[in-house]
């Protein structure tokens, strides 16, 4: 498949406003991830497993949705643009149900709340992710996606370090500052990013219809098994993420505050792993620099099932964290460069939904795992497994060939 698209380049203050957004969506996904366990914690009523699939930034509603709220976002046409309104919805429902769960509220309407919230963000941040395509040339998203992975890490570093410090003496208050950090974040994007002109308006009407979504996807190759190697890999990361905490608190000996340390030196990774991966991924392709990435990722994974104290811990979170930059600073790169251009946001709504099913199976087998060998460790374990099925199946798939850009 030839890429199209966008052939202006963009600078790199551009990059940066566009790269807000993803500041704002990761410092909530961070958290979500890592205080979702501990907050769980206030209502015992809630099984292990369920803690997994509770505890996630994807959303198994969301699943079935984001195809349809994409598809709506690539017919959309308003003053502000077509992904737009979508970020102004999606990050009002967010930080709404962010505040409502501060006040740890009873548990059914705690419950409701919670497994949706993940969705309300998806919808702002599945046609934030087509955006890529309607401004970004093919041949800079890797340098673009360096950006993007590097504000990825700050908001999860905030989420981090106001956890770390703050958790202990009120969660309240930490819920309050990561809902502020996202709604400042995207306001930058959504005033700064002057998105290009829409294409005609596609003129096919949107249909709930599951079974049209999947046979559209199918027909797309090698998307479809980019999808299917992704998922995999959200497969295993799903059944860590939620339980890391955990591990901490129940493996480690930490407090529950001290847990959020883990975090750190991942973060930082990531960033150091991302910035050499996006330029690196310009010159010869995103396909093998991911393949490194992910066959390192698993390596790591397995160490990390191993470790008995906080230093071994963070120095193999470490690790995992460079291995974790490579993927993300090209896994929504790469998946761009696969979609149909004038279908990116429903295309990307599609392989989202495909992952935000993944993740929280992934983090279900995780909690029954850990519940039949008492140990948070297997979680790691069948991390490393997923992630090099995940590295197999992204060698079958072929990559198109970029031009790089004067």
């Known amino acids: 498949m030839e890429p199209t698209g966008p052939t202006r380049l963009l600078s790199f203050r551009?990059?940066?406003?566009?790269?807000?957004?993803?500041?704002?969506?990761?410092?909530?996904?961070?958290?979500?991830?890592?205080?979702?366990?501990?907050?769980?914690?206030?209502?015992?009523?809630?099984?292990?497993?369920?803690?997994?699939?509770?505890s996630q930034e994807r959303s198994l509603a969301g699943a079935f949705a984001q195809p349809i709220v994409g598809a709506l976002s690539d017919r959309t046409r308003t003053r502000i643009g077509r992904r737009k309104p979508f970020f102004i919805a999606g990050v009002a429902l967010t930080a709404a149900s962010l505040l409502y769960l501060s006040g740890f509220p009873p548990i059914a309407p705690m419950l409701i709340v919670l497994s949706v919230n993940a969705f309300f963000l998806n919808v702002a941040v599945d046609p934030y992710t087509a955006l890529m395509a309607d401004l970004v040339p093919p041949g800079q998203r890797g340098r673009v996606g360096t950006v993007l992975a590097v504000f990825n890490m700050l908001g999860q570093i905030a989420a981090a370090l106001l956890a770390l410090f703050l958790w202990d003496r009120s969660p309240q208050l930490v819920f309050v500052l990561v809902t502020v950090?996202?709604?400042?974040?995207?306001?930058?994007?959504?005033?700064?990013?002057?998105?290009?002109?829409?294409?005609?308006a596609l003129r096919e009407r949107v249909k709930i219809d599951v079974a049209s979504y999947v046979r559209g996807?199918?027909?797309?190759?090698?998307?479809?098994?980019?999808?299917?190697?992704?998922?995999?890999?959200?497969?295993?990361?799903?059944?860590?993420?939620?339980?890391?905490?955990?591990?901490?608190?129940?493996?480690?000996?930490?407090?529950?505050?001290?847990?959020?340390?883990?975090?750190?030196?991942?973060?930082?990774?990531?960033?150091?792993?991302?910035?050499?991966?996006?330029?690196?991924?310009?010159?010869?392709?995103?396909?093998?620099?991911?393949?490194?990435?992910?066959?390192?990722?698993?390596?790591?994974?397995?160490?990390?099932?191993?470790?008995?104290?906080?230093?071994?811990?963070?120095?193999?979170?470490?690790?995992?964290?460079?291995?974790?930059?490579?993927?993300?600073?090209?896994?929504?790169?790469?998946?761009?460069?696969?979609?149909?251009?004038?279908?990116?946001?429903?295309?990307?709504?599609?392989?989202?939904g495909v992952w935000s099913l993944a993740q929280p199976i992934g983090a279900v087998i995780a909690g029954i795992l850990i519940g039949n060998f008492d140990s948070y460790r297997a979680s790691f374990i069948g991390a490393s497994v997923l992630v090099f099925i995940a590295f197999l199946l992204l060698l079958t798939v072929r990559a198109p060939k970029v031009a790089r850009p004067a």
């Open 14 to 54: 551009e990059s940066v406003i566009y790269g807000f957004g993803n500041l704002g969506a990761n410092a909530i996904y961070n958290f979500l991830n890592g205080a979702a366990g501990l907050y769980l914690n206030r209502y015992p009523e809630v099984p292990i497993w369920a803690v997994g699939l509770l």
């Open 181 to 200: 950090i996202l709604v400042v974040a995207f306001a930058v994007t959504t005033i700064g990013v002057r998105e290009p002109e829409a294409p005609p």
């Open 217 to 352: 996807l199918l027909a797309q190759r090698e998307l479809t098994k980019y999808v299917l190697a992704a998922a995999v890999f959200w497969l295993g990361t799903g059944g860590v993420l939620p339980y890391l905490t955990r591990f901490a608190v129940n493996e480690l000996g930490t407090t529950e505050g001290d847990s959020f340390q883990l975090f750190l030196p991942a973060l930082l990774g990531t960033i150091v792993g991302a910035i050499p991966a996006g330029y690196v991924a310009d010159r010869i392709g995103k396909k093998p620099v991911l393949s490194v990435g992910l066959i390192a990722f698993a390596i790591f994974a397995l160490i990390g099932s191993q470790v008995s104290s906080v230093p071994q811990a963070l120095g193999v979170m470490a690790l995992i964290g460079l291995a974790n930059g490579v993927w993300t600073a090209l896994n929504v790169p790469l998946l761009v460069d696969l979609v149909i251009p004038e279908r990116a946001a429903e295309m990307t709504g599609l392989g989202s």
